[in-house]
């Protein structure tokens, strides 16, 4: 069974650094590309950009590019999302998903609240 | 390419069939067009419900329907339940990038 299992919410306050994961079980880590994907309180879905694991190629979006830092670790499954200084408008639920080549998500972690605020 | 656009809200009786566009789907020349149609409720993480424009995954009802026309995707859901209340999001990446825009969302009121 696949699973993504997502590290769990986070209160943090600006300008504060900021890791979060997402364990992948269920099929070989190496071979699918990981996105991240941004939800802020009561809006819609954003693409923040993805990790192939197997080689640690990233590509970001445009909107987030520079503003966090996508890794991997295949020795343990794990990606990862990271923020060197928090804003409070980093405020979200973040998701990891597998996506597939024609760009679909076909497997979600839980999500993982990020809460921002001094 | 830029966000793709969707209605922000839907409303329809059970049983009846309702129809949610997204609009500013753009392709490499000569290539295929992907898009994908996820649900979410509240407090869950979204599901793909169509996938590869018109694809359903292994478990979606029958009722759930996805096409193209030119540059707009849709999706359409036949015979309406309560169950079908939720957001839905529409995406898409271009056949040379694995660079993935979202629509903003649409929110489906079951009458």
């Known amino acids: 069974e696949v699973q993504l299992v997502q590290s769990g919410a986070e209160v943090k306050k600006p300008g504060e650094s900021l890791k979060i994961s997402c364990k992948v079980s269920g099929y070989n880590f190496a071979d699918y590309l990981i996105a991240w994907v941004r939800q802020m309180p009561g809006k819609g879905l954003e693409w923040m950009g993805i990790?192939?694991?197997?080689?640690?190629?990233?590509t970001y979006s445009p909107s987030f590019q520079g503003q966090v830092t996508i890794s991997a670790d295949k020795t343990i499954n794990t990606a990862y999302l990271q923020w060197t200084s928090l804003k409070a408008s980093d405020t979200a639920i973040y998701y990891c998903a597998r996506q597939g080549s024609t760009g679909n998500f076909d497997y979600w972690g839980q999500g993982a609240l990020v809460t921002v605020s001094s | 390419q830029s966000a793709l656009t969707q209605p922000a809200s839907v409303s329809g009786s059970p049983g009846q069939s309702i129809t949610i566009s997204c609009t500013g789907i753009t392709s490499d020349i000569g290539a295929d067009k992907f898009v994908s149609w996820y649900q979410q409720y509240p407090g869950n993480a979204p599901k793909v419900i169509i996938f590869?424009?018109?694809v359903r995954p292994s478990g979606v009802s029958k009722r759930y329907s996805g096409s193209m026309s030119g540059n707009t995707a849709s999706l359409t859901i036949s015979g309406l339940q309560a169950e079908d209340e939720a957001d839905y999001y529409c995406s898409s990446c271009t056949h040379s990038s694995t660079l993935v825009v979202f629509g903003g969302g649409t929110k489906l009121t079951v009458l």
């Open positions: 590869d424009v018109r």
């Open positions: 990790i192939f694991p197997g080689d640690s190629d990233t």
